[in-house]
């Protein structure tokens, strides 16, 4: 761990990272190239997350709750539709549904998982339910055959919040290629982590 941790040891780190030479090494090398945006690493990345999840694509955006946002319109969600969300998760879970216009739905999840529960989300579907978005709380997979199941039953659009399960699988299956698309992120409290890759905005007020 870094001395620049702003972690103390009589409480529970926040995180614990590890980042080794090889790693700030792989940083300055970009650094010093000619690529500072989007370039060949960017690619590079994109290409070796979807050969780890064993999907076509992966596209790289700044974070999960980019990618969260960039999935709800591709669903083409927008005002009047409900999109079905469980309550214990962060907040960017539901933003994405209310960036797109959208109102989220949020139904409770199972006391022994901690994960949405199929049988509250059957019951939240209304005929304005368009998606249900399943979050793997804590590294675990949702209960993807049974949410399936109801997804299709109802003509659902099934996708995934794994921003916490990265590396996981469900039957068999990695996460990542579980659902027809899948927010993963590399906030440094993830099991894979970069830096806090928001880039620095700024705004001007007069
Ligand atoms: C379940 C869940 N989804 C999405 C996000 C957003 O990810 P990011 O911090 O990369 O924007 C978080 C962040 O804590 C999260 O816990």
Redesign the pocket.
Known sequence: MSEASHNTPDVLPYGRQSIDADDIAAVVEVLTSDWLTTGPKVREFEDALAEHTGVAHAVAV???????HAMMHACQIGPGDEVIVPTL?????ANCVVYQGGTPVFVDVEPDTLLVDPEAVEAAITDRTRALIA???AGQPCDYRRLHEIADRHGLTLVA?A??SLGGSYQQQPVGSLTRAT?V???P??RIATA???PPRAFCVR
Not at 62 to 68: F, P, R, V
């Open positions: 700044s974070n999960g709750t980019a990618a969260l998760t962060f907040a960017a879970s979050v793997d709380y919040d921003c916490h927010a992120s590399f906030h409290v993830r806090e890759p928001k």
